[in-house]
């Protein structure tokens, strides 16, 4: 199994322009997350999903938009990239169950100039 | 809502010392708790979890107990190693995760 692969690892965008973050997992899982990490504030929320076809806001939502395209997919657009958007992004899975562990990707580096 | 609050770092400490990292929760429900580890450059492991009051996780060394008394899940090692150099973080699933803000260790050979 390859648990939860994120591309690309690293991009550099100019502000305004737009790109799509990809994930997906290979656990079966329903529960899908975007987080973004940023020095000193841990992970915060953006999107999830609980399930193909569902997605729901989290912490930090503006700007964002996601696609749950299956239930192995879970992709993070942003479509007008500003520079408060660097930061680290993480995407993640859960099992179905109460109270379960989430498996995080590698993360993409993202720098917007 | 839901919160973890963890210690601030970072945390500078010698191979074979004693490492504890405090971390505090806000919760209305009966979260469970975890641990979750960053080393450089990768995303996040989970390192150890509990599941109720009284449980006790422990993984490589580390272990942590869920303290409902003092809504607390402290993580502790007893003689770290360069390899533990990271990030930890603190947190809870009560329906969704929260984490603390992460506690930058270095362990000095």
């Known amino acids: 199994n390859a648990g939860v692969t994120q591309t690309p690892k690293f991009q550099v965008l100019k502000t305004g322009q737009s790109m799509t973050l990809q994930c997906a997992q290979d656990?079966?899982?329903?529960?899908m997350y975007w987080y973004r990490q940023d020095p000193g504030m841990g992970l915060r929320l953006i999107y999830y999903?609980?399930?193909?076809?569902?997605?729901d806001k989290g912490e930090v939502p503006n700007g964002y938009n996601v696609s749950r395209l299956n239930k192995r997919e879970f992709s993070l657009r942003l479509e007008s990239a500003a520079p408060s958007q660097t930061s680290v992004y993480f995407c993640?899975?859960?099992?179905?169950?109460?109270?379960?562990?989430?498996?995080f990707g590698p993360g993409t580096r993202l720098t917007v100039l | 809502g839901d919160s973890v609050t963890q210690m601030e770092g970072p945390v500078t400490l010698s191979e074979e010392a004693f490492l504890t990292i405090n971390c505090t929760y806000t919760?209305?429900?009966?979260?469970?708790l975890f641990w979750y580890v960053q080393y450089p450059g990768e995303g996040l492991q989970l390192l150890l979890k509990?599941?109720?009051?009284?449980d006790k996780g422990s993984n490589k060394g580390f272990e942590a107990t869920y303290r409902k008394e003092t809504t607390s899940f402290h993580l502790e090692k007893g003689s770290v190693q360069v390899s533990d150099s990271a990030v930890y973080f603190c947190?809870?699933?009560?329906?969704?995760?929260?984490f603390g803000a992460g506690t930058t260790v270095t362990v000095r050979a």
């Open positions: 656990m079966n899982h329903n529960s």
């Open positions: 509990a599941t109720k009051a009284d």
């Open positions: 999903s609980a399930s193909e076809g569902t997605t």
């Open positions: 993640a899975s859960m099992p179905d169950g109460s109270y379960n562990e989430q498996f």
């Open positions: 919760a209305t429900g009966y979260p469970s």
């Open positions: 947190a809870l699933n009560d329906y969704k995760l929260s």
